[in-house]
């Protein structure tokens, strides 16, 4: 089970944390990931974070977002800085099972894996 938290509404240029609480999953091998979906538009895989702390981005955030995972990988973040309107979007943790960083960002346009239920981060001009 998956549940995000921190949206909400923010300033163009602001700053915001997104934490998700991840319940303990049968895999041993599995990507945390953060995606997301703006109004009309499909979902986007945005980070992707390994057991090992490999951590993959997508180019429209990549410098402005940091991801984190806890030792545990029961707590995973996103830092989110530098924020712009396009980011607008309701942003959801997942589990991505067997797949590297770099295949589960790209699978994430497919709804692939587990994910929460999302939380809403509005970006105003």
């Known amino acids: 089970q998956l549940l995000e938290s921190g949206g909400g509404s923010v300033q163009s240029g602001g700053s915001q944390t997104l934490t998700c609480t991840v319940s303990?999953?049968?895999?041993?091998?599995?990507?945390l990931a953060w995606a997301r979906q703006g109004p009309g538009k499909k979902p986007e895989g945005v980070a992707t974070?390994?057991?090992?702390?490999?951590?993959l981005y997508a180019d429209s955030v990549k410098g402005r977002f940091t991801i984190s995972q806890t030792s545990t990988r029961r707590t995973l973040l996103l830092q989110m800085h530098d924020l712009k309107p396009e980011d607008t979007a309701m942003y959801y943790c997942?589990?991505?099972?067997?797949?590297?960083?770099?295949?589960?960002?790209?699978?994430?346009?497919?709804?692939?894996?587990?994910w929460g239920p999302g939380t809403q981060v509005t970006v105003s001009s």
């Open positions: 997942a589990v991505v099972p067997d797949l590297p960083t770099d295949k589960a960002l790209a699978v994430l346009q497919y709804r692939v894996g587990y």
């Open positions: 303990e999953y049968a895999y041993n091998n599995y990507c």
């Open positions: 974070i390994d057991r090992y702390g490999g951590v």
